[in-house]
C-alpha cells in the first residue's frame, strides 16, 4: 500500500528536496480538448465517452508536465525517487508480481480473416473482439485522469516517421512515453489534419465507491493498479489500431514500442514497400575513417543493447548507437535501405548490464532514468543480478522485501559476483533480488555514444543485416549468407533459446526475431522480405549470422563477447568492401583461418576448431527441425483452405542446404 510504501522508505527519501516533491497534491489539471483537429478530437471525445474518466489532460511533453506527473505518482506510491546525489532525476517502481513482461497469449492480432494473422500469431475475428473490448472498456477510467498522449515514431521532420495518439489513465505510462518517445504539442502541430494511429490503454481498474475491504477496491488503489484477469493487448492491422487492456507493463502499454513500431508498422511497411524490424542500429567506424551502418536482430534479452552500445578493444575501431531494438529500412533514391530509430528512449534490460558487460549502458542510465522491478539499496541507489559487486548496504528486493539477502554458496560455477572475497558467489538463480525481465528506461540522448546521425530525418544507409541468438552448439561465431535470398532463409530458420520477456523455455523458432513482433501472416512476412529481393532498382545490404554464446563441454562460454565482439564486425566490415577471406561451406561463407583477429584472446586450438566447425551431423539435425517447422509448425493440420504456403524460395533453399550437407 502507498502509505506502507512511504513508511518504509529509506533515509535518503526524507532529504528536504525529496520531501517536498513527495508532498505535491497529485496532478489533475485538465487541459480543454476543444483546441485540438477534427480527428483527434473525435477520436478523444469517443474514448472518453466510453471510458468516463473524471479529467481529461492533452500531454504537452513539457519537462515541468512530466515533474507534476512524477510527484503524483510519488504521491501514491507508484514510484520512489532515488538519491539525487547517486542518480539525478531518476525514480524506481515495483511492479503487481503478475505484471511483469509481455503476456503472448493475451496478445492478438484481430482481422475479418485468420489467414492474415497466420500460424504464429493469436488471432481474433476483430468485429467479434471490438464488442468485447467494449464491454471492457466501458467506465474503465471513473476515477482516474485520462491522459492525451500525442507522440511520433521517428523524428517531427522525416519521411519514414509516423505519428500516433494514446490514450491512457495511467500518469507512469505518460511520462514513461515522454522519455521512450518523441511527445507532446510539437507532434500535434506536425500532425495537423493527417492521419495517425489510436492507441488506447487502461489498467483496468476503475476507482469507484465500494466496500474498502473488497479486493476490487484495495486493486484499484494499489501502488500499480492492473487486471490481469482481463488483460488483452489487441492489434487491428485492417484499421491501424491498438487496444489494450489491464497491464501497466512497458510492453503493454507503451503502445508505441513493440505494439505499434513493430506489429502494426510491419503491416504499414508490408503495404508501403519497406521494412519494420526488431533490430538494432549501429555505425562502425575503421582505423582508416571509413564508416558503415549495420542492423542486427536478435531476440529480446539477447545482447542488442550491449552490441549497438559496444565498446571495441581493437584500437583504432570506433561503434555509434542509432538504436538498440527497432529499425524502420526504407528504400532511398539511391536504392540502398535507410534506417531510422523510431523510438526516443532505451527499454533495456537491467540484470547482466554492468560496466564491464555494457559500460556505455551504466552512463546512459546514471541519470534521468526509471528502473522498473530492480532492488533498491538503502543510500538511494539500484542493483541487480550481474552489476559490478554487491553494496554493503541493505537492499529491499523487487518484491518490496527489506532487508534482501543473496543465495550463497561455496565453490559455485554457475553465473554469479563474488562475495567478500570469501570464496562464495551468489546463485543468481535463486530468489533473485530484480526480477530477470527488470528494466531500465532511459533518455537516447544520454548515451555517450550516441551517433551523430540518430536522428538525422533521412536515416542511415544500411550495408549489412546480421541475425543471431543464443545456441550452445551447432551455429558457428559468425557466417554470411551467399545472397538476399538465402540470407531470408537463414534468417527464417533462426532458434534461440528462450528468454524470460516471452511466455516459452527451451529452444525456439524465432525468425527474424519477430515471431511475437510480426502483425500478419509470418509466410508473407517472409515473401515480402524475398519481393524486396527481387526488385532490380534496389541495392540489398548483405545478410550474416551470429552466435557469441557457444559453450564448452564445461558449459563455458567458449566466446568472450562484449568488446571483443568487434573481432566479428571487422570482418563483416570488410566483406562489404569486397574484402576479408571467406570460405564456402554448406551453410554460406565462413571466415577462413586468420581473417578474424583472434590476438591477444589466449583460445586454444580447440576452442578455436570450435567457433567456426560446421557439423555435418547437427547441421543434418538443424535442416530437419528447419523442415518440421516450415511444414508442421507453419502448415498445422487445421490451417484454413487459403492458409499460403511457405515460400517455394524458402522450400527449395532448405533443399539445397541438405544437398550441400550430404
Known amino acids: 500500500p502507498p502509505s506502507e510504501a512511504w513508511d518504509h522508505a529509506p533515509p535518503f527519501a526524507q532529504h528536504p528536496r525529496m520531501l517536498r516533491v513527495g508532498l505535491v497534491k497529485q496532478f489533475t ?13 473525435e477520436f478523444v471525445d469517443r474514448i472518453t465517452s466510453l471510458c468516463s474518466p473524471d479529467n481529461v489532460h492533452v500531454c504537452d511533453g513539457s519537462q ?56 504464429t500469431n493469436n488471432w481474433v475475428d476483430a468485429n467479434k473482439k471490438k464488442d468485447d473490448l467494449k464491454q471492457l472498456f466501458k467506465g474503465c477510467m471513473k476515477g482516474r485522469t485520462m491522459y492525451v498522449v500525442p507522440f511520433s515514431m521517428g523524428p517531427l521532420d522525416s519521411p519514414l516517421s509516423k505519428i500516433g495518439i494514446e490514450i491512457t489513465d495511467s500518469a507512469y505510462v505518460a511520462a514513461s512515453m515522454k522519455i521512450m518517445t518523441r511527445m507532446g504539442s510539437p507532434v500535434l502541430a506536425q500532425l495537423g489534419d493527417g492521419d495517425f494511429v489510436p492507441c488506447v490503454h487502461s489498467v483496468g481498474q476503475p476507482i469507484v465507491p465500494g466496500d474498502p475491504e473488497s479486493a476490487d477496491y484495495k486493486s484499484a488503489r494499489s501502488f500499480w493498479p492492473c487486471n490481469i484477469k482481463h488483460r488483452n493487448v489487441c492489434h487491428f492491422p485492417e484499421t491501424r489500431e491498438i487496444w489494450s487492456f489491464g497491464s501497466g507493463y512497458g510492453g503493454n502499454s507503451l503502445l508505441g514500442k513493440k505494439c505499434f513500431a513493430l506489429r502494426i508498422a510491419s503491416v504499414q ?20 575513417g571509413e564508416k558503415r551502418y549495420i542492423a542486427a536482430a536478435f531476440p529480446s534479452a539477447c545482447g542488442k543493447t550491449n552490441l549497438a552500445m559496444m565498446q571495441p578493444t581493437l584500437p583504432g575501431w570506433k561503434v555509434e548507437t542509432v538504436g538498440d531494438d527497432i529499425a524502420w529500412m526504407k528504400p532511398g533514391k539511391d536504392g540502398r535501405l535507410y534506417a531510422i530509430n523510431p523510438e526516443f528512449g532505451f527499454f533495456g534490460v537491467a540484470p547482466g548490464t554492468s560496466s564491464h558487460s555494457n559500460p556505455n549502458a551504466m552512463i ?18 539500484v542493483y541487480w543480478e550481474g552489476m559490478d559487486s554487491l553494496p554493503d548496504t541493505k537492499i529491499t528486493d523487487w518484491r518490496r522485501r527489506q532487508n534482501w539477502l543473496p543465495t550463497l554458496r561455496p565453490n559455485f560455477k554457475g553465473a554469479g559476483t563474488g562475495y567478500k572475497n570469501l570464496g562464495y558467489k551468489i546463485d543468481e538463480k535463486i530468489d533473485p533480488c530484480a526480477q530477470a525481465n527488470s528494466r531500465f528506461t532511459a533518455p537516447v540522448e544520454q548515451c555517450p555514444v550516441l551517433d551523430p546521425n540518430w536522428n538525422n530525418p533521412q536515416g542511415v544507409p544500411i550495408d549489412a543485416i546480421i541475425f543471431g541468438g543464443r545456441r550452445d552448439d551447432t551455429v558457428p561465431l559468425v557466417f554470411q549468407s551467399f545472397n538476399w535470398q538465402h540470407g531470408t532463409f537463414v ?37 515480402h522480405w524475398l519481393r524486396l529481393g527481387r526488385r532490380t532498382d534496389l541495392k540489398m545490404p548483405k545478410i550474416f549470422h551470429v552466435n557469441w554464446f557457444q559453450k564448452d563441454a564445461a558449459g563455458r562460454f567458449v566466446w568472450p563477447g562484449f568488446g571483443e565482439n568487434i573481432r566479428v564486425l571487422e570482418w563483416i566490415f570488410n566483406r562489404c568492401a569486397g574484402a576479408g577471406g571467406a570460405m564456402t561451406t554448406p551453410i554460406g561463407l565462413v571466415p577462413e583461418k586468420g581473417a578474424i583477429n583472434l590476438s591477444g584472446l589466449k583460445l586454444t586450438a580447440a576452442e578455436e576448431h570450435q567457433l567456426f566447425h560446421i557439423s555435418r551431423n547437427l547441421w543434418l539435425k538443424e535442416a530437419e527441425a528447419a523442415k518440421t517447422y516450415y511444414n508442421k509448425t507453419l502448415n498445422p493440420a487445421n490451417s484454413p483452405p487459403d492458409e499460403p504456403a511457405v515460400p517455394r524460395e524458402l522450400l527449395s533453399e532448405l533443399k539445397d542446404l541438405i544437398t550441400r550437407l550430404d
Not at 483546441?35 to 478530437?41: E, H, I, N, Y
Not at 546512459?364 to 541507489?381: A, I, K, P, Q, Y
Not at 523455455?505 to 512476412?525: H, Q, R, S, W
Open 364 to 381: 546512459t542510465c546514471s541519470r534521468n532514468s526509471m528502473f522498473t522491478n530492480v532492488g533498491l539499496t538503502e543510500d538511494g541507489d
Open 491 to 527: 534468417g527464417s530458420i533462426m532458434r534461440s533459446q528462450a528468454t524470460s520477456a516471452a511466455d516459452q523455455t527451451g529452444l525456439v523458432n524465432d525468425p527474424m526475431a519477430m515471431k511475437a513482433f510480426c502483425g500478419y501472416n509470418i509466410k508473407d512476412y517472409f515473401d
Open 269 to 288: 511497411a508490408r503495404d508501403e514497400g519497406w521494412l519494420a524490424e526488431h533490430m538494432l542500429i549501429l555505425g562502425i567506424t575503421n582505423p582508416k
Open 64 to 119: 515541468a508536465e512530466f515533474d507534476k506527473f512524477m510527484a503524483g505518482l510519488i504521491k501514491s506510491g507508484t514510484v520512489m525517487p532515488l538519491n539525487p546525489e547517486k542518480r539525478p532525476g531518476s525514480y524506481i517502481s515495483w511492479t503487481d508480481p503478475a505484471d511483469v513482461a509481455r503476456a503472448e497469449k493475451d496478445t492478438f492480432i484481430c482481422s475479418s480473416k485468420s489467414r492474415d494473422s497466420g500460424p
Open 29 to 41: 489539471a485538465v487541459r480543454y480538448v476543444s483546441t485540438l483537429r477534427p480527428k483527434v478530437r
